[in-house]
């Protein structure tokens, strides 16, 4: 009775570790094959509600050369594609074509540990005269970088964006202001939030839980108040955070906290969700990027409004610059046998031909300069915008502190902490790790 | 006698054919990977270059004695395990008990339904409670509205004294469901005439659940327990779909730490070195509640 | 008259017991009414109309969800995925469980301590040297290259949970089947699992619900689409920036459905009594 039970065992641990053992030999064969068929580009991103789009384009441009191109959704969320992207990159199974965003400490590891092309070369043949200049300069790196990456381009723009603010117009006619004269000044704005705050509405939305939204806010005020040299000089630790105009900068956020601009509960509020009370008619404006402009339509067709840049402060020494840049990139598997292939199609990609196409599928600004004939009133307000972004510094705060100064935002809109104390902690953080 | 222990002995080896499979699986799919990563920890590295820089026991000295809000992060978590052990699995042991022993109608239909919120998906989860907690129109602030209790009403997720809270209440109407079944399930293995046998001794309904049920109910208790605690310890997609880990710290939590170190700041060595303290506590809690158990159980 | 005072007394008790079992009960339905509601309405009209009842039925949606995010592939492999791992799960389980409540050998605890530490370290990024290892094994872009992660994955809340319930049934039992000259392999097989019937179940539902809801390992492992699980379709309807709810939550029901059978199933097992068992053996 006993060795029955035992063979049974092993029986079935067999069964399950057999086939571990013996697939384990042999099957590179399938390989060889498919390097003998015509070629075919890999194209890997996470832009879910553009796959279809992506598909056509594809379909086209077989048609036209016979070079299959295969765009392959590797990933519903860009946290999600980051992981799936390390994996790939460290069994060294890149696709030809990486959907990645522009520049900065992400692209950087990925370049320098080889597995991004370095595009200068086809870039300086004409091809970058296309696009927005500060579009190809965040997929590039300069002389001197922080990252230690061989200067040159190495991502292709694809689409471009920037941050302002939308304003319901119907809302601000209730609250008696001009929709057609939308605040202009930081008086003007604290003025019209009082209006609408008199009115019961909410003035001011934004997805300041996601952070990042945040964090642009403050750049540009910080940008306005410290002008570019003095920023850079506080990422690089030449400077302190503890100034008056660093202060001056987050005191936005405690005017506004006073004033009650704030929709309840900003402080955790997800894009989505400030995208949906703005859209549900719930506050007057909403600081968004230009993606918002078909966000708000999907949700709510039949809404009113339009876009303001950021008031500028009057006692700021300089023009308060808007945050922006590239939305999504593409990148060349520094690895890849296709090389050549791969360049071929994204040249062919970003024409302004298919760019007016893909534009008017996916309802979004190109990285195209010259795809600006026919955008609606409100996308041509961000392409107008594209001009008065903040420039790339080619430094990066660290991320460490950059968290202490997001979190510390939110601190301040619940009245937890002040601003000068968040500037405090965020350089006390600093000189720590310098 | 004893040639029943030689048998025992003898026969001994074949315990391990018991584990094997199970434990080849573990080994192959489980160990291996943990030990690639472990080694991970004493190093600095961003996840993707091909060299990396050993750094010893630095990363584990920086996370114990240089991260305040890494024991932040340990302590907020710690008290959403306290609000879960004590009202999530007090209710899912009364309504366990409930409807084992206090109904007879209508028992399937509850068991089912009390069940419904694990099953539901994360995204349904966290937009009914993003809209329950809403300081704008949130069903919280209406009920309260309705009660007399206006003075009350708040943005629930985005204040430093409620955030944590309400976010713990979510967790607990999540995870009820799985206490519930697990202690319905220890229910089964206490024998029925053990009841009768109290009721023939005259013993009432609480002395029934005082004699009977809690003591027998121990090992499985000590199951939900430690399971509510390694659960709740590690929250971290309803934080991440509630609030972020906001406003300011007040909801971040140590899985909150350990994916930002590595996938935003790339410190993966860092990162990891966060995880293995993390399960270290985790274990040297655990072991300890099952000791405790244990040694209450031959009391 | 004593009696009949019993038996109001009673019917009170009942009542606040019904009434309070009813009010967690409606907390525990509406988010699946929502859901339910959601599935039928318009994309527009989710924000504007708050109200439970659409305000025309549109069943379409899910003949839209069933097609656009291909359920008609993924639905199979998930059901694959989870049908296999978890009877993986179930037999490897309980049979290590049954060695670390009863038997007596060298490293027991050690083991038993193992398995239990890989629920406990959240290492980042684990993912990584699994999938390296399973392209050395040539199991990338297989089934069985995923299941084998996901029984291992199963495992360790199995065992946990099995050793408990094992550690809970009586001796004599089994000192009366050794007696009988049943093996150790016959007492596991013939006393030791209809006696855990009740936990077995629970385990099952447990490790359906994780596998079936799993996306992120397959994700990082497996390249070949046809090989997906079920909730990868369910991106489909969410947007970088638009989420199409109507779609999304008609998709959420479909996927929710088949744990809701398991568990409807599963659950009369978990109150069939140990006792009765214990009488039959």
């Known amino acids: 009775m006993v060795y029955p039970c035992k063979k049974w065992i092993l029986v079935i641990y067999l069964f399950i570790m057999g086939p571990i053992l013996f697939v384990g030999c042999g099957q590179d064969k399938d390989k060889e094959i498919g390097a003998k068929k015509k070629p075919l580009i890999t194209f890997w991103h996470w832009w879910t509600d553009r796959q279809s789009i992506l598909e056509e384009f594809a379909d086209q441009y077989e048609e036209e050369t016979g070079v299959k191109v295969k765009f392959v959704l590797s990933s519903p969320s860009g946290d999600l594609y980051k992981n799936k992207l390390q994996a790939a990159a460290l069994s060294s199974t890149l696709p030809d074509i990486i959907g990645v965003w522009g520049g900065g400490e992400f692209l950087a590891r990925y370049i320098n540990a080889g597995h991004i092309s370095n595009l200068t070369d086809e870039m300086e043949e004409g091809w970058k005269d296309r696009f927005f200049p500060e579009a190809i300069k965040r997929g590039s790196y300069q002389d001197g970088n922080q990252w230690g990456v061989i200067p040159g381009t190495y991502a292709v723009p694809l689409t471009v964006m920037n941050i302002q603010i939308f304003y319901n117009k119907r809302l601000f006619e209730k609250a008696g202001l001009d929709p057609m004269n939308p605040p202009a000044t930081w008086e003007e704005f604290i003025a019209a939030g009082r209006k609408l705050r008199a009115k019961g509405i909410a003035p001011f939305t934004a997805g300041f839980g996601d952070l990042g939204l945040a964090e642009w806010f403050l750049n540009s005020y910080a940008w306005s108040f410290l002008g570019e040299d003095n920023v850079r000089a506080t990422w690089v630790g030449e400077r302190s955070y503890v100034s008056p105009e660093w202060e001056a900068a987050f005191d936005k956020f405690v005017e506004m906290r006073d004033n009650e601009m704030f929709i309840e509960g900003i402080a955790i509020m997800s894009n989505k969700q400030s995208e949906q009370a703005f859209a549900n008619g719930l506050a007057a404006m909403a600081m968004n990027g230009s993606w918002a402009v078909n966000v708000y339509y999907q949700m709510n067709p039949d809404l009113e409004y339009d876009v303001m840049s950021f008031p500028q402060d009057t006692e700021a020494a300089n023009p308060v610059l808007l945050f922006g840049g590239t939305g999504i990139c593409a990148a060349v598997n520094g690895k890849s046998s296709q090389k050549l292939e791969a360049i071929k199609f994204l040249k062919w990609f970003t024409d302004k031909e298919r760019q007016i196409e893909y534009v008017e599928k996916a309802h979004t600004l190109s990285a195209n300069r010259n795809v600006i004939d026919g955008l609606s009133p409100v996308l041509a307000k961000f392409a107008k915008g594209m001009e008065r972004i903040i420039p790339d510094l080619e430094v990066e705060e660290k991320n460490e502190v950059r968290e202490v100064l997001r979190k510390g935002i939110q601190s301040i809109i619940i009245g937890e902490k002040t601003s000068i104390k968040v500037l405090e902690e965020a350089q006390r953080l600093k000189d720590k790790l310098e | ?299 | ?281």
């Open chain 3, 1 to 281: 008259m004593a009696t009949r005072r019993i038996n109001s007394k009673r019917i009170v008790e009942k009542f606040i017991i019904h009434s309070f079992l009813c009010l967690v009960s409606v907390s525990c339905l509406f988010p699946l009414l929502w859901m339910l509601s959601t599935s039928l309405k318009s994309q527009s009209e989710v924000f504007l109309n708050m109200s439970l009842i659409p305000s025309s039925f549109k069943w379409n949606n899910y003949i839209i969800a069933w097609k656009q995010a291909r359920f008609g592939t993924y639905f199979f492999n998930s059901l694959i995925y989870t049908t296999t791992a978890v009877t993986g799960v179930l037999l490897f389980a309980s049979l290590a469980a049954y060695a670390f409540a009863r038997f007596q050998f060298r490293g027991r605890n050690l083991l038993f301590y193992l398995f239990l530490a890989s629920m406990m370290i959240p290492i980042p990024g684990a993912f990584i040297p699994l999938y390296i290892l399973l392209i050395r094994l040539q199991l990338v872009d297989t089934r069985i290259g995923l299941i084998l992660p996901y029984i291992n994955a199963g495992l360790p809340l199995a065992i946990f949970i099995l050793k408990g319930f094992f550690e809970g049934v009586p001796r004599d039992l089994e000192d009366a089947a050794r007696i009988d000259g049943c093996s150790r392999m016959g007492i596991y097989w013939r006393i030791m699992l209809p006696l855990a019937t009740p936990a077995l179940a629970t385990v099952a539902i447990i490790s359906s619900l994780t596998i079936w809801n799993e996306y992120l390992l397959a994700l990082i492992v497996v390249r070949k689409e046809e090989l997906l699980p079920i909730q990868v379709g369910l991106w489909t309807f969410q947007g970088q920036h638009i989420t199409n709810y109507p779609l999304l939550m008609a998709g959420l029901t479909i996927a929710a459905l088949p744990l809701i059978i398991i568990y409807m199933i599963m659950q009369k097992n978990i109150i069939k009594g140990i006792t009765a068992g214990a009488l039959k053996a």
């Open chain 2, 1 to 299: 006698m004893k040639k029943e222990k030689i048998r025992y002995i003898r026969h001994n080896w074949n315990s391990y054919l018991f584990v094997l499979p199970a434990l080849s699986i573990y080994l192959i799919f489980g160990l291996y990977p943990f030990l690639r990563t472990f080694q991970l920890s004493f190093y600095r590295w961003d996840g993707i270059a091909p060299d990396m820089q050993f750094v010893g026991l630095k990363n584990y000295i920086d996370i114990i004695f240089n991260n305040p809000i890494w024991w932040t992060s340990v302590l907020n978590a710690s008290i959403v395990s306290i609000i879960a052990l004590t009202f999530q699995n007090g209710l899912a042991l009364l309504l366990a008990i409930l409807l084992y022993r206090g109904i007879t109608n209508g028992r399937t239909i509850y068991r089912v339904i009390f069940f419904m919120p694990p099953m539901l998906s994360l995204i349904v989860v966290g937009y009914i409670w993003l809209w329950i907690y809403d300081g704008n129109y949130g069903i919280l602030n209406h009920i309260l509205r309705i009660i007399g209790l206006g003075n009350h009403v708040r943005a629930w997720l985005s204040e430093a004294n409620s955030s944590l809270i309400s976010v713990a209440v979510a967790h607990c109407w999540r995870g009820f469901g799985f206490a519930f079944i697990l202690f319905l399930a220890g229910l089964q293995t206490i024998p029925e005439d053990l009841y009768e046998a109290a009721k023939v001794d005259g013993a009432g309904t609480w002395n029934q659940f005082r004699y009977i049920t809690l003591p027998l109910l121990v090992p499985v208790a000590t199951i939900v327990s430690v399971l509510t605690i390694l659960g709740t310890m590690q929250i971290f997609d309803l934080i991440m779909a509630m609030t972020q880990g906001g406003p300011g710290f007040h909801t971040e939590v140590p899985i909150t730490r350990i994916y930002k170190e590595a996938f935003s700041y790339y410190h993966f060595g860092y990162g990891t070195a966060m995880a293995i303290v993390f399960g270290g506590l985790l274990l040297i809690l655990s072991i300890f509640q099952m000791e405790c158990s244990r040694r209450r159980l031959r009391r």
